[in-house]
């Protein structure tokens, strides 16, 4: 079965950086475009980024643009995400989704992780 694991949140002062991973199995990786998404105490899920298949090509949201960066190992079948200049706004439960195979914008999320939390706060 599809899985995606997320781990490397935790509890970071604002200006701090975090790196989270996100493991996946169960699929051709290497066949997918991959995003990251977050959700905020009560608001509603929000686009953070996506990357191509091949890694080849990034697209972020206004909100994280020039701070975060995404990335992939297709070799070790992982997701990053670089978090810099974290701010108290950047505090959510961070998730990564595997886009459906068509179309990838709007985002066509099919499958997710459980989330990991980042809070930022000093």
């Known amino acids: 079965e599809v899985q995606l694991v997320e781990s490397g949140g935790g509890l970071v002062q604002p200006g701090g950086s975090l790196r989270l991973s996100c493991a996946a199995s169960g699929f051709t990786f290497k066949d997918y475009v991959m995003h990251w998404v977050r959700q905020a105490p009560g608001k509603g899920r929000e686009w953070v980024s996506r990357i191509d298949a091949g890694g080849t090509g990034t697209h972020y949201a206004d909100s994280v643009e020039g701070r975060f960066t995404i990335s992939r190992d297709n070799a070790k079948n992982t997701l990053y995400l670089q978090m810099n200049s974290l701010t108290t706004e950047d505090t959510a439960l961070y998730y990564c989704?595997?886009?459906?195979?068509?179309?990838?914008?709007?985002?066509?999320?099919?499958?997710w992780g459980q989330g990991t939390q980042v809070t930022v706060s000093s």
């Open positions: 989704a595997r886009n459906s195979y068509g179309v990838i914008w709007p985002p066509q999320y099919d499958y």
